[in-house]
């Protein structure tokens, strides 16, 4: 990937989050999804790559898995976005809601169906300590040894689900910290393999596209995750097979999720959350924090920008 096109992507994810974070606490998550989606795609329009969406939600037919993306006169290149991860929390004034993108080469990203994945995710300092097979009193072991600390300072972020409360107990049974968060688990996954965040590892289920871009971004990060597919009925496992998968009960790493070399990732806060600060207006404009890094460099760049409405007439 060109690294001019990181300011590209950036301007991609900042108008998703402006257009979406109008919507926050007004109680419709349709509203603020389909208004991110309309400005991805809107400002994808003018971006210089013959982009196809390979990853999505699939909820609005502008982003639907296998569109075309950009203006169709740069880089061919493949495209896993989420236009509002965490869309209920935005609509309902919570917290850990971004927009996120993923673009690399053609067949950098493993194509999942939209299903369930169990992961672990962690940070270069514990790269290679985490096995998902074995329990989460191992595996937390396992991380506080890596990264040198007791046991009692390792906090593992979950998503606050029922189907997670037995994984609750059994962290809460070593003695680590818990951190539960409502929604964003790849704001989590992300966080967890970056110095200045109060998290140390994610664990649990969650959607397996978000287990993929999270893998985008970890990729980028030196960091490591381990995920496999959890089923719901026979109709999960037909959609894994669909995509050439013998066995259904593999375990996937970094690399067969996000096996591309040279992949780019960007995410703008909608609302606060555990990686990035949400949108801030004031009189005429507002304040967006984002962040964008490459796999193939392992640069990462905090974007704070300024948009003033009277020359942003779009938004």
């Known amino acids: 990937m060109d690294r001019n096109l990181a300011l590209e992507v950036v301007r991609v994810t900042e108008a998703a989050a402006l257009y979406a974070s109008r919507h926050m606490g007004r109680g419709n998550e349709d509203l603020a999804n389909k208004s991110a989606v309309d400005a991805m795609a809107k400002v994808f329009s003018s971006v210089s790559i013959k982009g196809r969406v390979v990853i999505s939600p699939g909820e609005e037919e502008l982003l639907v898995r296998g569109s075309s ?16 991860e965490g869309k209920t929390t935005c609509a309902n004034g919570g917290q850990n809601s971004i927009t996120t993108i993923a673009i690399g080469e053609r067949g950098c990203f493993f194509e999942v169906p939209p299903i369930y994945m169990e992961k672990i995710a962690v940070g270069p300092e514990a790269k290679g300590a985490i ?45 680590a910290r818990i951190k539960l968060i409502q929604d964003g688990d790849i704001s989590g996954a992300v966080a967890a393999a970056m ?11 969650g959607g397996a596209m978000h287990g993929v871009l999270a893998a985008s971004a970890l990729k980028c990060l030196g960091g490591d995750i381990q995920a496999r597919f959890v089923y719901r009925d026979d109709n999960d496992r037909e959609m894994v097979r669909r ?22 990732f960007s995410a703008t806060g909608v609302t606060d959350g555990e990686l990035l600060p949400g949108v801030r207006y004031y009189p005429g404009g507002a304040h967006t924090s984002s962040i964008v890094m490459r796999s193939k460099t392992h640069t990462i760049r905090y974007i704070a920008a300024e948009h003033q409405f009277d020359y942003k007439p779009m938004y």
């Open 131 to 175: 096995d998902i097979n074995q329990s989460p009193q191992i595996n937390i072991k396992r991380i506080a040894r890596a990264m040198g600390k007791y046991i009692e300072d390792i906090t593992v972020c979950v998503l606050d689900r029922e189907r997670h409360r037995e994984l609750i107990e059994h962290i809460r049974e070593t003695g």
């Open 195 to 205: 110095k200045d965040k109060p998290i140390d590892v994610l664990m649990g289920v």
């Open 243 to 264: 995509t050439g998968e013998d066995d259904l009960d593999r375990i996937y790493g970094i690399t067969d999720l996000a096996p591309g070399n040279n992949i780019m």
């Open 69 to 84: 993306l950009g203006n169709m006169a740069g880089l061919e290149a493949d495209i896993a976005l989420d236009p509002l």
